[in-house]
């Protein structure tokens, strides 16, 4: 079976679903956006399954709010796990490539020199369970875990919204206690379709950009790219959520993800230059 005649992109005006369109564009993906397939009811999403009848199927849809699933926590459970959980298990019943996200949330950030695709998930948030139980149910299919998508197809990304304050002239506050890897989505498109040409074995795999660093040190390079010269004041994770009313999840302190499986990818200060020149900032 041709895997790409017949290509589903759920969640495809989102900005990793963009990029997925573009990347796939050969073949003539289908889109649909979350807006028109209703993640929350499983049956409905089988149901539009079984009348597509695709070949291939990459979900980019997520509930992304990580602080609003302490509040409303069945909703990141049914449309981060139990939808995908479904879509897999209808992928596999009849032999079709699925791809799921999935985050570097899962882990608990106390391995100081990073999580390679083996460790367990070790989830601290409502959210990062949300991921870890999807996982499970997603388990024979392509899972990929990232960490901070920025991309043309959103404002609002942690990359957006440091330029956006940034270019205001604002003086900048920043966490400084948490290290991750963050991760262009054009790049995690391109690096998706990889694993697809190679027909490299379904499980787990990291995609992100070259380069782990604390969110301040993000910020401190995407200014200097900018050519702006901001006061960047580095902050502990509890001094910026200090006063906060609303719940605020639990977030892994140092989440690097390390890739053991694919090719490397450019350097997250690469990445970033051509995201600021290609987006015309």
């Known amino acids: 079976m041709d895997i790409y005649r017949k290509i589903l992109v ?11 369109m573009k990347v796939f564009a050969q073949y003539a993906p289908h889109g649909i956006a979350i807006e ?16 597509f009848q695709p070949t291939l199927v990459i979900n980019c849809a997520a509930y992304n709010d990580v602080d609003g699933a302490e509040i409303n926590t069945s909703e990141p459970f049914l449309i981060n ?15 079709v490539p699925f791809v799921q ?14 999580y390679t695709e083996d460790v367990a998930p070790s989830p601290i948030s409502v959210y990062a369970q949300s991921k870890a139980l999807m996982e499970q149910l997603c388990a024979g299919s392509y899972i990929i875990r990232t960490s901070y998508i ?21 003086d900048l506050t920043v966490v400084d206690d948490q290290v991750h890897c963050y991760t262009h989505a054009h790049d995690l498109a391109l690096q ?13 795999y990291h995609i992100t950009n070259e380069g782990g660093m604390s969110l301040y040190g993000l910020a401190q390079i995407i200014v200097s790219l900018l050519g702006l010269a901001n006061t960047i004041t ?48």
Not at 101 to 114: E, I, L, Q
């Open 150 to 170: 920025f991309g043309r197809g959103s404002s609002f990304n942690f990359v957006r919204a440091i330029i956006n304050s940034a270019q205001s002239g604002k």
């Open 234 to 281: 580095p902050v502990s994770t509890d001094e910026y959520y200090k006063g906060k009313t609303t719940p605020v999840a639990k977030r892994p302190l140092f989440s690097a993800l390390i890739n053991t499986k694919l090719p490397s990818m450019r350097s997250i200060k690469e990445a970033l230059e051509e995201y600021i020149v290609s987006t015309k900032i």
């Open 36 to 51: 028109d397939l209703d993640l929350s009811c499983p049956p409905k999403v089988v149901e539009y399954l079984e009348t």
């Open 81 to 95: 796990a139990i939808t995908p959980g479904y879509i897999s298990k209808w992928c596999k019943e009849y032999a």
């Open 192 to 204: 998706t379709k990889y694993i697809l040409d190679h027909s490299l074995p379904v499980g787990i």
């Open 10 to 20: 759920i969640g495809a005006q989102g900005q990793l679903g963009q990029e997925i």
């Open 101 to 114: 996200y999935s985050t570097d949330y899962v882990f608990d950030g106390t391995h100081k020199n990073g």
